[in-house]
């Protein structure tokens, strides 16, 4: 039968994006691995491939259409013998420009992440058992072989799919000992995604946007429409501010010693063409600290901690529109050079929206500096679901009492916003203190 391509979840966080460009028209031949269309995410712009092979039989959303949800139909597949007659009309077409369009089932393994629940048709109302005729249960083949292979029962699994049909994620996602849903009661993955809603209906909100156009209706002005990236900024930011309990640590390190130790290295290897910078040391120092006082090497997971053996650390770029903070994985166990060159790396890419999803997801730890730009110090907000992010301030020369002498020093302000939840003030303490040191006695990071 004709299978349906649905928009691809490209990130565990994506919900929407867009359709930017059909890289294959109706009529065409396509095989597993092929690139169907580019999609652009919040963050990025990325290629979409075929999971089956056949032939394109209809494109249901046209390229350029932004707000397409996740798991909504966008074209259809054909298989051998078929042909663009044997397609069923929709029961209510999609518009994907409307935040109300509701998703469409999930179908051989195309859209959403794996293992993630998948929405069921929204115009068959609330699902109960699945589709029976008889004793006969409605399951796609691939969805009878896992629960062969699991040993489920498929009587007592709900069918997600067309007619209640059960589909590879519904058995996938179903226990051993699963009982069918009751009629008219909320399946737990569905409850599981109002919950967020929920909380974010009854949270403060600031003022509408009809009460704002009023304030400035006598003054000339200029609307910016905002993009996925600005809108998913402005979410997050929202809500770190408004769950994690924020506590400050301050700290400020002498970069004398630094800035030789560099100016030495950065002769060293001129010949390479690397050129190491303050933020360079700054990641390692973080990194190293990491190891050194592992109950902060943390995030926060909603009802427990997860702590953290390598040191991943994110990194805040600025770009157009807005930012990325590309992870450097294993930052602990990379030379100063490494560091220097896969920041540059990512940094180049995140300019150009190029960056995979998993380039920037993930971490523990997070640093922004804004020294380069003059800033003296700051306080960064938290990016969840990191325990604690370093705000990094310029290094300016400072008048400080050494000895018993007044000298000059290059000093560097620091900050470290810390999530309470994760990170008490004196393991917070710690971990400053530790990239403090390691800053100040930057020839002990080549050990």
């Known amino acids: ?120 048709d929204s115009s068959s109302g609330d699902k109960a058992a699945p589709s029976r005729d008889g004793d006969r249960v409605f399951a796609s083949p691939l969805a009878r072989r896992i629960a062969a292979d699991k040993g489920l029962d498929l009587s007592a699994i709900t069918g997600s799919g067309p007619n209640g049909r059960i589909v590879k994620a519904d058995v996938e996602n179903a226990k051993p000992g699963a009982q069918p849903a009751k009629a008219g009661a909320a399946a737990a993955p569905a409850a599981t995604a109002a919950a967020p809603a929920a909380a974010a209906a009854q949270a403060p909100k600031g003022l509408s946007t009809e009460t704002v156009l009023k304030m400035y209706a006598d003054r000339e002005t200029t609307e910016v429409t905002l993009d996925g990236m600005r809108r998913t900024i402005a979410a997050r930011l929202t809500e770190a501010k408004q769950t994690i309990p924020h506590f400050y640590l301050r700290r400020s390190a002498k970069l004398d010693a630094l800035m030789a130790f560099r100016a030495t290295l950065n002769k060293q290897l001129e010949s390479r063409g690397v050129k190491l910078s303050v933020n360079d040391f700054v990641i390692k120092a973080s990194a190293l600290a990491l190891q050194q006082v592992p109950d902060a090497n943390a995030v926060w997971a909603g009802d427990r901690i997860l702590k953290l053996k390598p040191s991943d650390v994110a990194v805040a770029v600025a770009i157009e529109g807005g930012l990325f903070t590309p992870v450097l994985k294993d930052a602990h166990q990379k030379t100063l050079s490494t560091l220097s060159a896969e920041m540059k790396d990512l940094a180049g890419r995140a300019k150009s929206k190029k960056l995979a999803p998993h380039e920037y997801q993930g971490g523990s730890f997070a640093i922004s500096n804004l020294g380069m730009f003059g800033i003296e110090n700051f306080d960064a907000v938290i990016n969840p679901p990191h325990g604690a992010i370093l705000a990094v301030g310029a290094g300016i020369p400072t008048a400080v009492v050494e000895g018993g002498e007044v000298v000059v020093r290059n000093v560097m302000s620091m900050t470290l916003s810390v999530d309470h939840r994760v990170i008490d003030g004196a393991l917070g303490a710690q971990l400053l203190e530790a990239i403090v040191k390691h800053l100040e006695n930057p020839m002990g990071m080549l050990a």
Do not use: Q
């Not at 460009?21 to 597993?32: I, Q």
């Not at 959303?61 to 798991?71: L, P, Y």
């Not at 042909?83 to 859209?111: L, M, N």
């Open 1 to 120: 039968m004709p299978t349906e391509i649905l928009m691809p979840a490209l990130s565990p966080t994506m919900e929407e994006g867009t359709l930017a460009k059909w890289l294959v028209k109706e009529g065409d031949t396509v095989k597993s691995g092929d690139v169907l269309a580019e999609i652009e995410t919040d963050k990025a712009t990325m290629e979409f491939e075929a999971v089956d092979e056949g032939v394109m039989g209809k494109i249901l959303i046209a390229e350029g259409t932004s707000g397409v949800k996740v798991n909504t139909a966008i074209a259809v597949l054909l298989e051998d013998g078929e042909e663009a007659g044997d397609i069923a009309a929709p029961k209510a077409k999609p518009d994907a420009a409307k935040p109300d369009a509701e998703p469409a089932p999930a179908e051989k393994g195309y859209g959403g992440p794996i293992g993630a629940p998948v929405a069921g």
